[in-house]
């Protein structure tokens, strides 16, 4: 912080701005909230220019503090085990862990184990599983007797995901039809591949399904029905929130204009300049491909009408894996490279940090291929922001931007490309739309995707689910 002419003026500004601990938050803030996966990000552009680091202070543990008016209070003192497929930087596995905590910051007694860990150490699963235990949460071995025990006497089970399903005979076994009426399962995925019977079979007979997005929640009951002639349990959709951490970060201009700056000054990207971001795990599911084609349409666009003066527009793709080497990720570098879009487009790795990328970009590109996203946390982290959206007209990515209103939307698949180009156009050349649309979003978040909207929502299931579990307990005595 810099110097002040006044003790007492400094002291003033410590009290209303926080700012020099905010920017140690605001740096580890993720998707999920205060998770901290390492002490640095790294970027990189595809020229292999302008890498840059962040150090972080790892934040302490504190203790548990139950807030009276919380609505998830009543979870107090019951014992949840949350069952994840993995434990990665993917979506999945971190909304987990934030019910983690909020069950954590409430009282309740919260055990976790990972059905699928890698043979060698993995230094995410590492770090995640020592947040997890810094936070309360007791983390077991998935294949142990001590979770099976978890299981029998816990007040709650929750799988997370289709492929969880594969712990329930493989571990519990006989004990499966003893914990089956105490399970919520939670579903993120909108791919076909995932609809096997020897990962959803016992899908009808838990005590409900939770869902990301209405569009997610249709699509399921569908194709339980028609590919596997089962019913789905009684199902709930809960849109997701952001946390008031992140909210604190998109709520203060100091400290976004700090990480903008410093984002920027890393990618080589100027103050002036146009940033679109696509800000996803890398796949060809999550549709960079078609963005980067779409951008690069969009400059052609520009270059060809000669009609409109736009500062130097610049495209992130933040959530590669540099290491892997995928086919796909190749294909990307290689469209850049053949369209010579090196000084313009740039390559982030995946990072759970993305508070930085938010302040730094102008415009979020939503791009979910096929039925799209099961929800998209991005998009709506991003409107906290003061984004426009520029999204697929597909799966919870229609549940959350409001057409013309909040973004702009486009049909995925290539013939996505041409109308999400002219949209990337449209807001680059109109910043009055970006500024309108951007402060829309921020509306509609408050209004809807919050924290606490989300602690409701689930507060409401998690109270029938106990329930149910308490009504067949007593009717198998």
Known sequence: ??????????????????????????????????????????????????????????????????????????????????????????????????????????????????NQKPVEADEVVNVLEHKMLDRGVKVISAKSQKAIDTALKSDLVVLNTAVAGKWLDAVLKDNVPKVLPKILWWIHEMRGHYFKADLVKHLPFVAGAMIDSHATAEYWKNRTHDRLGIKMPKTYVVHLGNSKELMEVAEDSFAKKVLREQVRESLGVQSDDILFGIINSVSRGKGQD????????????????????????????????????????????????????????????????VAPYLAAIDVLVQNSQARGECFGRITIEAMAFKLPVLGTAAGGTMEIVVNRTTGLLHNAGKEGVLPLARNIVKLATNAEMRTTMGKKGYERVKEMFMEHHMSHRISSVLREVLQHAKVHSRTTK
Do not use: Y
Not at 37 to 43: C, E, G, L, Q, W
Not at 56 to 63: G, L, N, R, W
Not at 314 to 327: L, W
């Open 290 to 353: 078609l963005f980067l084609r779409a951008f690069h349409e969009s400059l052609e666009i520009i270059k060809e009408t000669k009609k409109h003066e736009v500062p130097t527009m610049h495209a992130v793709v933040v959530g590669s894996d540099m290491s892997a080497q995928t086919k796909f990720e190749t294909e990307l570098r290689r469209f850049v490279q053949e369209k010579q879009l090196q000084k313009v487009v740039h390559f982030v790795n995946k990072t759970m940090k």
């Open 1 to 114: 912080m810099g110097k002040t002419s006044s003790t007492s003026v400094w002291i003033t500004m410590q009290k209303k701005k926080r700012w020099p601990l905010m920017i140690l938050l605001f740096l580890s803030v993720s998707t999920v909230g205060m998770i901290l996966v390492r002490s640095a990000f790294d970027s990189c552009s595809i020229s292999g220019n302008g890498c840059g680091r962040f150090v972080v202070e790892k934040q302490d543990s504190s203790d548990v503090k139950i807030r009276s008016a919380d609505p998830l209070g009543f979870m107090k003192s019951k014992l949840v085990l949350l069952v994840s497929h993995e434990l990665s930087l993917s979506g999945g596995p971190l909304l987990l862990m934030e019910l983690a905590f909020l069950l954590r910051g409430v009282g309740a007694e919260v055990v976790w184990t990972t």
